[in-house]
């Protein structure tokens, strides 16, 4: 367990945003769900906006399930004790990169490709 962490701190912040994601959930999957095509209803440009809106929202939608899964992997780590370390070569992340991310799972090093 890393002493120069504040970890209660960085654990509330992965919460809150953990919650934000969740609450955003519902609305990204509305906004997600098949377009009408009713050629007879909507003219060819309203179902361009449509299908590009609903594209939007899915991928929308991925990114927040991606990071929902990192803040989980990052809660893990806090309760297992290995937060704070990168996952690829063991040593310690950065404290500014970890306040910047309080997720990441690698030290700028790995991160920029380096060995």
Same mark, same amino acid.
């Given at each position: 367990?890393?002493k120069d962490?504040?970890?209660d701190?960085?654990r509330?912040?992965?919460?809150a945003r953990?919650?934000e994601?969740e609450?955003?959930h519902?609305?990204?999957?509305e906004?997600?769900?098949?377009v009408d095509?009713?050629?007879?209803r909507?003219?060819?440009?309203?179902?361009?906006?449509?299908l $590009?809106?609903?594209a939007?929202? $899915?991928?929308s939608?991925?990114?927040?399930?991606?990071?929902?899964?990192r803040i989980?992997?990052?809660l893990?780590?806090?309760?297992?004790?290995d937060?704070?370390?990168c @996952?690829?070569c063991e040593?310690p992340i950065g404290?500014g990169?970890?306040e910047a991310?309080?997720s @990441?799972t690698?030290?700028?090093d790995c991160a920029?490709?380096?060995?």
């Amino acid at each position: 367990m890393r002493k120069d962490l504040d970890i209660d701190a960085l654990r509330e912040r992965l919460r809150a945003r953990l919650a934000e994601l969740e609450a955003g959930h519902e609305a990204r999957t509305e906004a997600s769900r098949t377009v009408d095509l009713d050629q007879a209803r909507t003219g060819r440009l309203t179902r361009m906006d449509a299908l $590009q809106q609903q594209a939007m929202a $899915q991928e929308s939608n991925r990114r927040a399930q991606l990071e929902k899964q990192r803040i989980r992997g990052a809660l893990q780590r806090m309760e297992s004790g290995d937060y704070g370390y990168c @996952v690829r070569c063991e040593e310690p992340i950065g404290v500014g990169r970890l306040e910047a991310d309080p997720s @990441v799972t690698l030290c700028i090093d790995c991160a920029s490709g380096e060995d």
